[in-house]
């Protein structure tokens, strides 16, 4: 349950704080005082969206700190699972900075949104006249049905096999159709291979080629070429080596009188057996150099095949078509094997279809088992509600593919008139009808769901007289095994509460802000009699305000 709600900085609230009891609260206040922002401050610690448009004052921060005891519900394994302190009384806070970013805490650890969400769902279910229109939904109906026959346990394993058949129907899909499309490009993707494989390709052969090429193509140029190197160098009268020979002969006459000369005619040495290798090695290399047309006629049929290849598959060098071979080999080899993985991947479907299947049947049993007493609760509770000759039906059909809760189409019926044919809620049922019903669904589940905090939302909009005392006393009997929190204009309701709380407005120096309070019991007099008579309170109104607090 709820313990205790503090507010800071909140569109029109500036601080408050609220202390709930066990039982049945109401919270009343004229219209616009401040009643939905205060849901909304709520709905902010369940994880709903929230930007700094909700800061009241731009300066600091907004903060909603909700605290909880939760000693009755079983949570220390989800704590634990979370790595979160599991204590009785759990503190959540949301905290909105003013650049509009936000941060979730629970018992001071920062946690993410969906977490926060998660917790929620354990512990307050709202329910707001937009959520009446939720009762009209086949998936909403189906999750009451459910909740009401205590089906979470075998929903959870249908839910895990669920998703295990439905990604692997995806997969066995995708694997089929790429088996296809492999298939008709099959005879291609070979004729590729094949042109690439018996290329025989080797990374780098292009531009040894290429260099050979030049060399054959230019042998004349670089024969000559060589050849005047070793000539000039070696092998003329007056060539390199002969006149730095008579260089070195001259320093060699002067050594004895200069020390430097050695040095130099050491560095002359070197330099005379350096030009000496380079002019054989030139010599050798003019020799080997031979205009071959046969070569190279070779090389340019070589050439020409590579060039066709890079040019077919739009790549710049050989070591790109290796890796296109590669990749064409890849393709080959998974079309090989592609159809042993879709016979594996359909015997794993088959597994997990019929498993689904038992489950489904399993559920649908349940419901069914379920149906005939949810029909008879609810309209005993329909009746009790003022409507006289409701009928509710549940219809359950049954479907031929797997949904995410089972193979069942669930469908509530409802015909507010004597010999009216049941139809569908959202299109029989007027507003207070349909609330009714929500009311009643609210009630049914109450027995079977543990959930520690359900707030109702002006959700006797409509209704007044007898009905609005019988919701009263739906909601005071929910409170025996839940705290209810109901948002109310009606007095009959706002009188079944055993805790009171007023919203307000109020000037300040500065503006107008929204505030809320406990009332006594003199306080509850006035405020009741105010709901019945408007805003000159009447001593007939206190009478009667006093009556039905009684």
């Given at each position: ?33 401040g009643k939905s922002i205060l849901l909304g401050a709520i709905g902010l610690t ?9 800061i009241r004052d731009k300066s600091r921060k907004c903060v909603v700190e909700i ?484």
């Open positions: 349950m709820i313990e205790k709600i503090d507010i800071s900085n909140y569109a029109l609230i500036d601080q408050t704080e609220v202390i709930l009891e066990k039982g049945f609260s109401v919270i009343t206040g004229e219209t616009g005082a369940l994880g709903q969206r929230a930007d700094a448009s909700v605290e909880y005891n939760v000693s009755r519900y079983c949570l220390q394994e989800w704590f634990e699972e979370h790595d979160l302190d599991y204590t009785e009384c759990v503190a959540v806070r949301r905290e909105i900075t003013t650049e509009g970013k936000s941060r979730c805490f629970i018992n001071d650890t920062p946690v993410n949104n969906k977490l926060l969400k998660e917790f929620g769902n354990f512990m307050i279910d709202i329910h707001s006249q937009h959520q009446s229109l939720l009762v009209g939904k086949p998936e909403y109906q189906t999750e009451i049905l459910d909740a009401f026959c205590g089906n979470a346990a075998l929903l959870s394993r249908y839910n895990a096999l669920y998703q295990k058949y439905r990604r692997w129907s995806v997969e066995l899909q995708e694997l089929k159709s790429r088996a296809a499309d492999i298939e008709k490009e099959g005879d291609y993707l070979r004729f590729q291979f094949n042109q690439l494989d018996k290329a025989h390709l080797k990374n780098g052969e292009k531009e040894e080629l290429e260099q050979e090429l030049s060399l054959l193509t230019n042998a004349e140029s670089i024969k000559s070429a060589l050849a005047n190197v070793t000539w000039n160098l070696r092998d003329t009268e007056h060539s390199v080596t002969e006149i730095l020979k008579g260089v070195r002969n001259v320093l060699a006459g002067v050594e004895h009188s200069m020390h430097e000369a050695e040095e130099y005619r050491q560095r002359l040495d070197s330099v005379l057996i350096e030009l000496n290798d380079l002019a054989d090695e030139a010599e050798r290399k003019a020799e080997g150099v031979e205009y071959n047309a046969g070569r190279i006629e070779e090389i340019n049929g070589r050439l020409n095949v590579i060039y066709d290849l890079l040019f077919k598959y739009k790549v710049e060098s050989v070591a790109e078509l290796t890796v296109e071979r590669e990749q064409l080999r890849t393709k080959l080899d998974r079309m090989e094997g592609g159809n042993e993985e879709i016979e594996r991947m359909e015997k794993q479907l088959k597994e997990v279809t019929g498993q689904l299947k038992g489950l489904a049947a399993e559920i649908h049993r349940v419901r069914a088992g379920a149906v005939g007493k949810l029909c008879e609760e609810m309209k005993h509770l329909l009746m009790e509600l003022g409507i006289r000759h409701a009928e509710f039906v549940v219809d359950l059909l049954p479907l031929e593919h797997f949904t995410p809760c089972g193979c069942d189409d669930v469908r509530f019926l409802f015909a507010a008139n004597k010999n009216q044919q049941p139809g569908e809620i959202a299109k029989v049922a007027s507003g207070g009808e349909i609330s009714r019903v929500m009311l009643a669904l609210k009630y049914v589940l109450s027995g079977t769901k543990q959930l520690p905090v359900i707030v109702f939302d002006e959700i006797d909009t409509g209704l007044s007289g007898e009905v609005a005392h019988k919701m009263a006393e739906i909601m005071r009997e929910m409170a025996g095994r839940m705290q209810v929190i109901s948002i109310s204009h009606l007095p009959q309701i706002a009188a079944a509460g055993n805790c009171h709380f007023k919203v307000y407005k109020e000037d300040n120096s500065e503006a107008t802000v929204s505030r809320i309070r406990k009332l006594e019991s003199g306080e509850r007099v006035r405020e009741i009699a105010g709901m019945i008579s408007g805003k000159e309170i009447t001593p007939a109104a206190l009478e009667a305000a006093e009556s039905l607090l009684a």
